[in-house]
């Protein structure tokens, strides 16, 4: 989507009227009706929004009064004269609300992407385009031509066999899946995949996020088998890890442990007083 958000319209500046009189134009400068045409076509849909800056003010979002701020001659000023006002913003909500919902129900985006979308509104979830416009985790692919998952009982070794994925050829799209919500640890280091865990889960379906891998790439999670997830996973290679219970359950003891020292509020004090005293492994398994 094209969004022209200006105290202008497009057809109010032109380099033949820069030439005459030396106005670059108002926010975008430099920027005309003929330049607008050539990149148009480029977007599916545009949005233009000409807003009216006379009258508006900063206003202190502390306190909600006018604000002032220096000039670059030095003197304060109350007025605006460049920044879209909130007036503005609200314009512009309504003007893009029906066009998105116009291109999210576009038969190229299916219901449970179209449904992902909309539950990250609040905290948007970073999508990258491939070169065909499709949406992804990652652009980035590996050698192998298949899809991959790694599908594993938690502490039962999931990570370990990534590595050996990654090892023969596919690429590690850092997302971890699960039944109704997705992780997202593109990016991050292994503290922080302990101690962010909360703020790095997403409201993304295992339904929609496998659609979002392309060929070379491979995710993991936990999922229960049903019928509709191998439906899901049809064209994947999947790999399976399983492990003893007792072993998987004094693993993910420590490994919540661990979670717990990094992000304290992750449980309720009543509900993490298993890791409390001495020997809180041997406490928790009895």
């Known amino acids: 989507m094209l969004l022209w958000v200006s105290p202008r319209g497009p057809g109010e500046w032109s380099a033949e009227l820069a030439t005459q009189t030396g106005n670059f134009g108002t926010f975008p400068q430099l920027v005309g009706e003929d330049t607008y045409a050539q990149i148009s076509p480029l977007f599916d849909q545009s949005v233009e929004v000409v807003h009216d800056l006379l009258g508006t003010r900063f206003l202190s979002r502390f306190t909600g009064l006018p604000c002032p701020f220096v000039e670059p001659t030095g003197a304060l000023s109350l007025s605006n004269r460049y920044y879209p006002p909130q007036s503005t913003q609200d314009q512009l909500l309504q003007a893009v609300a029906p066009v998105v919902e116009t291109l999210l129900s576009q038969e190229c985006l299916s219901q449970p992407v179209r449904t992902a979308i909309l539950n990250t509104a609040d905290r948007p979830f970073v999508f990258e385009m491939d070169e065909k416009g499709h949406l992804c985790f990652t652009t980035l692919s590996g050698k192998r031509p298949e899809k991959a998952f790694v599908n594993s009982l938690p502490k039962a070794g999931t990570y370990f066999l990534g590595e050996i994925l990654s090892e023969l050829g596919w690429r590690n799209s850092d997302i971890h899946m699960s039944p109704f919500s ?20 997403y409201p993304i379906g295992f339904d929609a996020s496998v659609q979002f891998l392309k060929p070379g790439q491979f995710s993991v999670g ?17 790999l399976l890890a399983v492990r003893r219970w007792r072993d998987c359950l004094a693993s993910f003891m420590y490994f919540e442990a661990k979670r717990i020292a990094l992000d304290p509020q992750r449980f309720a004090a009543e509900k993490s007083a298993w890791v409390s005293g001495e020997t809180p492994q041997e406490k928790f398994i009895g």
């Open 182 to 201: 997705l992780t997202d640890y593109r990016g991050r280091s292994l503290d922080e995949k302990l101690s962010k865990a909360r703020q790095l889960s």
């Open 222 to 238: 936990h999922i229960a088998f049903s019928g509709r997830n191998r439906k899901l996973l049809n064209n994947f290679k999947v």
